[in-house]
């Protein structure tokens, strides 16, 4: 959500008044369990405390859910952007939410945005080819994974996808998945 939260801290800065108000009307009665787990000195701002909690809320956990009841059906291949240093082609640039791997990010790894490629450092290159190559693999056979290419496994955990560093990772963890089912219950 970080890049549509710096829209919000553009037009108004996110302060922690602001953010305790955010939490009271989207959680209601769950709004102080929401401050304890997203409290927002463990940011860098109030604004990116929010932008987690939106991310986590409404954006990881609810695709996590949605993979994890389609695979129940055919093959899923879950992965997550993680290059935080990626071409801010959103052109938000607000100090207080670093653009990090924001929504569509990945899209500059995988085609030239406008016809103009965007400048990419040598990890970031690398990660394009990798990407490139599962999708094109996976089109071309129904499986992403190649000769040489870190496994991407339909049963296993999310794949990170981040310059050099291409894992999986425990992604309903990072995203505090368990709480958000807890708070729906």
Not at 114 to 139: C, H, N, P
């Amino acid at each position: 959500m970080r890049a549509f939260i710096t829209g919000v801290e553009k037009l108004k800065p996110i302060t922690e008044e602001r953010y305790q108000e955010f939490l009271r009307n989207a959680f209601d009665e769950h709004a102080d369990e929401v401050a304890a787990k997203y409290p927002s000195r463990d940011y860098l701002s109030p604004a990116m405390a929010w932008a987690t909690v939106t991310t986590d809320r409404s954006w990881a956990c609810p695709t996590a859910e949605g993979n994890r009841l389609l695979s129940r059906r055919t093959p899923v291949h879950s992965y997550e952007f993680d290059d935080k240093n990626a071409p801010n082609v959103n052109g938000n640039d607000v100090p207080t939410v670093p653009h990090g791997a924001a929504h569509a990010l990945d899209l500059v790894s995988l085609f030239e945005l406008s016809g103009v490629e965007k400048s990419l450092d040598e990890a970031q290159k690398r990660l394009s080819e990798q990407m490139i190559a599962y999708w094109t693999t996976f089109m071309r056979t129904g499986d992403p994974n190649g000769h040489g290419s870190p496994r991407w496994d339909s049963s296993g955990p999310v794949l990170s996808l981040a310059p050099d560093a291409i894992r999986p990772v425990a992604h309903d963890a990072d995203h505090r998945c368990g709480f958000w089912t807890g708070l729906r219950s």
